[in-house]
């Protein structure tokens, strides 16, 4: 089922970017937690976009973040302040977080646990922090490893975007 995501989350992250600032007040300084090593947390798929990490949190969200860094990451499960319905948050370097419902149903996939006070990095511009046993922050942005004057894309503009998921309210930029 995870495969049927992705082309969905695909579809939606080419639809419209928006350039975007740095993140704003109250964002979770995702930087601050110490990084897990993203190696137990990888996945290989039948296409590189299937293919990338997976990681769930303590709060019950399911996340897979993409080894193609335009895709991004997106994460499934129950959304605290979110309306009825709405049970998955997405994110890529170009384009704002998002939130929307999930019709991919479930998958079978084991989901390694990212630990509360703990971040992951993968390397591919999308940065996630379980800062709390109920937040998840992820923010996705171009990668320190890329060259500074690495073009936009000529349909889509690189930025900063990300989400939180947290009981006192869930919200993206």
Not at 140 to 155: F, L, R
């Amino acid at each position: 089922m995870r495969a049927l995501a992705v082309p969905l989350v695909l579809a939606g992250l080419l639809a419209g970017a928006v350039p975007a600032a740095a993140a704003p007040e109250g964002f979770p300084d995702v930087d601050a937690l110490p990084a897990v090593d993203p190696g137990p947390y990888q996945v290989f798929g039948a296409h590189p976009s299937t293919s990338g990490w997976l990681f769930s949190t303590p709060a019950g969200l399911r996340c897979q973040d993409s080894l193609i860094p335009d895709l991004g990451i997106f994460c499934r499960g129950p959304l605290p302040g979110a309306p009825s319905g709405i049970t998955m948050a997405s994110v890529s370097l170009t384009r704002e977080g998002e939130f929307g419902r999930d019709d991919t149903g479930s998958d079978e996939a084991s989901y390694p646990l990212l630990p509360t006070g703990s971040r992951f990095a993968a390397g591919n511009g999308v940065v996630c922090a379980v800062p709390t046993v109920d937040t998840l922050a992820c923010r996705a942005a171009k990668p320190d490893s890329w060259p500074a004057e690495t073009p936009d894309p000529p349909d889509r503009h690189y930025g900063e975007h990300g989400f939180v998921i947290a009981p006192t309210g869930s919200w993206t930029y």
